[in-house]
């Protein structure tokens, strides 16, 4: 069983919903981004995201763009976020999730990118600008390596093609909450319970909702109908505002707490 399997199986069976934080790579500098994310774990975070930086970040809101451009500034590459990945996975099983955008993966080369994610413990990559229709040059070797390729539904998926992706869907489903690109609007958990229960009607892989979940409240009440919770910005925000400061991990590590505690049945 992978290690997303596994996670999301221990939190079927404890009646618990998955916390999932992103975080950009490299923002403000690797070794920072080392230490928030062993921070998160700490903090009882369930799964990492960790966003590979793009010059180019269409998907994504101020928040993550100006992140992105930080990180690049600082030099980072892919291969310096998989030798992040390594070291972090000598620490901790917590399953590892990149996210991204094709084009560096694409310049790095499928074979080599699959091969050398996997040996450094990454479990799951999501390409927002890559449709599963068009990843047939790097899908094949994705699955031969055991990384699992997570697939994007959104509010304007046709129903046909909803139901074709959530059917075929490895690891975890990633529903994004809203039209537009992350961090811009609040996410509303009234609108979009029903899009997931009728995504659930055709895939058994957990579901996760992210883009717009900010604060631990809209945590709780996105849990109270998705598997996992992905926040994203809110938390680059953190990391951006007390970056350079001693308090940074006590921060990061308040908030994640806070959140947790939102998607936690005995602690809510």
Sequence with gaps: MSRIAHTFEALRQRGEKALVTYLTAGDPDLETSEQVIHALVGAGV???????????????????????????????????????????RRHTN??????GYFNPVFRYGADAFARDAAAAGVDGLLLVDLPPEEAGELHPQLRAAGVDLITLLAPTTPEARM???????????????MTGVTGTQAVDPAAIAGAVAEVRRHSAVPV??????????????????????????????????????PRLIEEVQGFARALKAAVTPDAA
């Design 46 to 88: 369930d799964l990492l995201e960790i966003g590979f930086p793009f010059s180019d970040p269409m998907a994504d809101g101020p928040t993550i763009q100006a992140a992105a451009e930080r990180a690049l500034a600082a030099g980072t590459t892919l291969h310096g976020v998989l030798a992040l990945v390594a070291r972090v």
């Design 163 to 177: 139901a074709r992706l959530a059917g075929a869907a490895e690891g975890f489903l990633y529903y994004v909450s």
């Design 208 to 245: 996760a909702v992210g883009f717009g979940v900010t604060t631990p409240d809209d945590a709780r009440a996105v849990a109270g109908f998705a598997d996992a919770v992905v926040v994203g910005s809110a938390l680059v925000k953190v990391i951006a505002t007390h970056a350079g400061s």
């Design 94 to 99: 917590v399953p590892i999730v990149l996210m």
